[in-house]
């Protein structure tokens, strides 16, 4: 049934635990009022939607919120939505999006939809489309559009993270910083050794305290040592820090220890994950960055802190990278980037772990967290989400190994999952 032009359209939301499916939906279909159906459970839920799509690129709309006072009802949710309907029966052109919401929501929503004059054509889900297919939203009269052919506009991950009430606070660069042949050279040397970033991270722990730099003037580090050329030559040194702040000697000496700790790695495989070439305009690739509570004061710690993400096809990816090759830290480090992943995106992000293991050990993981280990690396981590292991074969195949050519096809393949 054509919609009249001057008839304003109303899209009623039914708001679960993730909002991100409701934010793409109203954003797809451009309403002129949105009402976000919630529950008390998911009320932080609505608020964060509602504010974030407050701030949404080119959307210009009423946004209001309705309360189920029991979501399992399904007398309550008819009551909630009969009210909503009938409160905008004239002058109004109705939308149901059901993609979120419990079962009860979503069954008893669609009926009072169809029982008030709902269409079909106005009646909707979001399907995230799996690994073969793009995001798109399926009308209940078969119609099926994906969010580009909507011209829904691209995700950033900070609106990722203000969905589930968190805020990105980037990581600085303090001149002089590591430089790409500073990444590259850390690369080559521990794929052929990877004994040496258990060097690195031992000496960065045990040599220098996170206290003033001051007191490790009397035994710089010096990367010749260890036959590395680095830009930056031996550090801390007077000449460095003479001039800066203790804040500043601080921050700079540290932005330093990180980086030879480990750090590295989330730069060389963000740096990677861009040589894939699969990233539109306009998609960033984040490494190395801390996740706070929005509200939570600047003096308080980070919820998280991530090595590195980006959001591609409207999905997210969450990549936890450790220098480690033992199977107990490599687990450790799994379920954190499963649950952090969770937290921060919700069921459908898409987590993995980068880590120097070898075959044996990356068996050994991927068994002892699935019954059956994958072909492709994927497994359940106790019904929280896949999670995906590249280990040192994988990294060693992505630099080029042995004369041979780059190849980026298992990082392709994770991001086209």
Known sequence: MPVQTDVKRLLALLVGGNPLPNYLSALALRPDKIVLVHSP???????????????????????????????????????????????????????????GGTKVMAASAARVFYENGGNSADASYLDDGGPDASPRLRFDNGEVRTLSELQTPPLALETVLNLHGCRLQRSTRKEPAPTPEDINEI?????????????????????????????CLETPFDPQALDLQLSIGKFPTE????????QERESWFQQWRRFLS??????WVASRIRETGLLSEGC??????????????????????????????Y????????????????????????VRSRQLAGDLARPALVCL????????????????????????????????????????????????????ESLKKWLES
Not at 289 to 310: C, K, N, T, W
Request: hydrophobic content about 35%.
């Open 262 to 267: 480990g750090c590295w790695l989330e730069d």
């Open 315 to 338: 999905r997210s990816y969450f990549i936890s990278c450790t220098t480690a090759a033992d199977k107990a830290t490599c687990k450790q480090k799994l379920f954190e980037i499963a």
């Open 41 to 99: 459970q998911t009320q932080r839920a609505a608020e964060n939607l509602q504010r974030t799509l407050t701030n949404a690129p080119d959307l210009r709309t009423e946004i209001e919120l309705a309360c189920v006072p029991d979501a399992a009802s399904a007398a309550e949710v008819r009551q909630t939505l009969k009210r909503l309907m009938g409160s905008h029966s004239r002058g109004w052109h109705i939308l149901l999006n059901y993609t």
């Open 239 to 246: 000449e460095q820090i003479g001039g800066l702040s203790r």
């Open 357 to 408: 293991a070898d075959g044996g050990t990356l068996t050994d993981l991927r068994a002892e967290m699935d019954d059956e280990p994958s072909p492709t690396g994927a497994f359940r981590v106790r019904g929280l989400m896949s999670v995906h292991v590249f280990g040192l074969e994988d990294l060693r195949t992505w630099a080029g190994w042995q004369g041979a050519p780059p190849n980026l």
């Open 187 to 215: 690369a080559r040397k521990v794929l052929s050794e990877p004994s040496l970033a258990g060097c690195l991270h031992g000496q960065m722990k045990e040599a220098f305290p996170k206290e003033d730099p001051q007191r």
């Open 284 to 313: 960033e690739v984040v490494s190395g960055f801390y996740v706070f509570r929005q509200g939570a004061g600047e003096s308080r710690p980070p919820q998280s802190e991530i090595d590195v993400a980006l959001v591609r096809n």
